[in-house]
């Protein structure tokens, strides 16, 4: 009899979960540099978000220096298949990282793509979703793969660091 309530009660749960609705977002093409998304101390900004995904790009190509009172400090960088993936991390005034560039090369159309990641901005990741949603699967899988192994190395490296304090 427990067998079957459990099995009764996982179904039910498993229903649900199937009946829940997606995601839905529909933001403009571009971030609305008017919307401050309840900005708190250290979030990215919507210029900062569009200078990470257009404005350095045009940089990179000109040879220009990054934005003043910022700087660009390199991260994990790696090639999963056709696609070589770069994280950089945006800081304002050395203390306060501001995003995350992660700067998408593929060996195959020799496109690069320009994402942010953004810091404490829900408005903000809702345009990083809309970006990653254009990626063919193929590269969709790679970007996956790369951001889960990012993430997996970060937490090792917290984890040594509060050991290390102890």
């Not at 009899?1 to 199937?18: C, D, P, V, W, Y």
């Not at 993936?85 to 060996?107: C, E, G, P, R, T």
């Amino acid at each position: 009899m427990k067998k079957l309530f459990l099995t009764f009660i996982f179904l039910i749960g498993l229903s649900s979960f199937s009946q829940s609705t997606p995601i839905k977002w529909e933001p403009a093409n571009s971030p609305d540099e008017s919307v401050q998304d309840s900005i708190t101390e250290n979030s990215t900004t919507t210029k900062e978000y569009l200078y990470l995904t257009k404005g350095y790009k045009e940089d990179l190509a000109t040879g220009k220096d990054i934005i003043s009172g910022y700087k660009l400090l390199p991260g994990y960088s790696r090639q999963v298949g056709n696609y070589k993936f770069s994280i950089q991390y945006l800081y304002q005034n050395d203390d306060k990282l501001k995003a995350i560039s992660v700067v998408v090369h593929s060996f195959v159309s020799g496109k690069d793509h320009f994402l942010c990641i953004p810091v404490k901005s829900q408005y903000l990741l809702g345009y990083h979703y809309e970006q990653i949603k254009t990626f063919t699967p193929e590269l969709a899988q790679a970007y996956s793969l790369f951001m889960a192994e990012n993430y997996s190395n970060t937490l090792f490296n917290y984890d040594l660091e509060i050991k290390n304090k102890k």
